[in-house]
Antibody, heavy 124, light 110 residues
Framework: EVQLVESGGGLVQPGRSLRLSCTAS????????MSWVRQAPGKGLEWVGF??????????EYAASVKGRFTISRDDSKSIAYLQMNSLKTEDTAVYYC???????????????WGQGTLVTVSS | QSVLTQPPSVSGAPGQRVTISCTGS?????????VHWYQQLPGTAPKLLIY???NRPSGVPDRFSGSKSGTSASLAITGLQAEDEADYYC??????????FGTGTKVTVL
């Protein structure tokens, strides 16, 4: 069974950092691009960014709202994708979902499956 | 702020047909990029419902169908059922090298 499990969420003060992890199982993790999507409380879905597979350079793209503050990386040996979040703002408060693209490189695609999400609360 | 606009809510009686529109622009849907749809049941993660404008993943009932024309796309639910009550989101790639989700539509079964 293909499964994604996020971890690392919690309460953090504005300006601080937090790293989320997404542990994958049930498929060859290194073959796929991975992405992060967030959802603020009571709001809609917002794409955060993605990372291509190593076969396509492991390069990344980010939403304008997080560019320069968030970094996505991957450890194919452990089947884990990471979301490093720096200089956090109160507006970054959201449930963060990890999800997979059907190819290793093309962002013009759908997301499936999704993890259960992990809540990040940025507050003093 | 999303560049894909959906109606905030739609409703229908059991058995009826409802449609949800997703309006974009010449830099996303109108540029030929595919539209995908997700269903989010209360308190759960989104689930892929339609991919590549009109394709259903295995396990998705054929009551759900998608279409695309010009700068817009639509999701139709025929034979509405109580378990279809959820939030629905469209999604498309944009030539700004980004992905956008629609504003979301809440479907209520009367």
């Amino acid at each position: 069974e293909v499964q994604l499990v996020e971890s690392g969420g919690g309460l953090v003060q504005p300006g601080r950092s937090l790293r989320l992890s997404c542990t994958a199982s049930g498929f060859t993790f290194g073959d796929y691009a991975m992405s992060w999507v967030r959802q603020a409380p009571g709001k809609g879905l917002e794409w955060v960014g993605f990372i291509r597979s190593k076969a396509y350079g492991g390069t990344t793209e980010y939403a304008a709202s997080v560019k320069g503050r968030f970094t996505i990386s991957r450890d194919d040996s452990k089947s884990i994708a990471y979301l490093q979040m720096n200089s956090l703002k109160t507006e970054d408060t959201a449930v963060y979902y990890c999800t997979r693209l059907p190819s290793g490189y093309d962002l013009n695609n759908w997301f499936d499956p999704w993890g259960q999400g992990t809540l990040v609360t940025v507050s003093s | 702020q999303s560049v894909l606009t959906q109606p905030p809510s739609v409703s229908g009686a059991p058995g009826q047909r409802v449609t949800i529109s997703c309006t974009g622009s010449s830099s996303n849907i109108g540029a030929g990029y595919d539209v995908h749809w997700y269903q989010q049941l209360p308190g759960t993660a989104p689930k892929l419902l339609i991919y590549g404008n009109s394709n259903r993943p295995s396990g998705v009932p054929d009551r759900f169908s998608g279409s695309k024309s010009g700068t817009s796309a639509s999701l139709a639910i025929t034979g509405l059922q109580a378990e279809d009550e959820a939030d629905y989101y469209c999604q498309s790639y944009d030539s700004s090298l980004s992905v956008f989700f629609g504003t979301g539509t809440k479907v209520t079964v009367l």
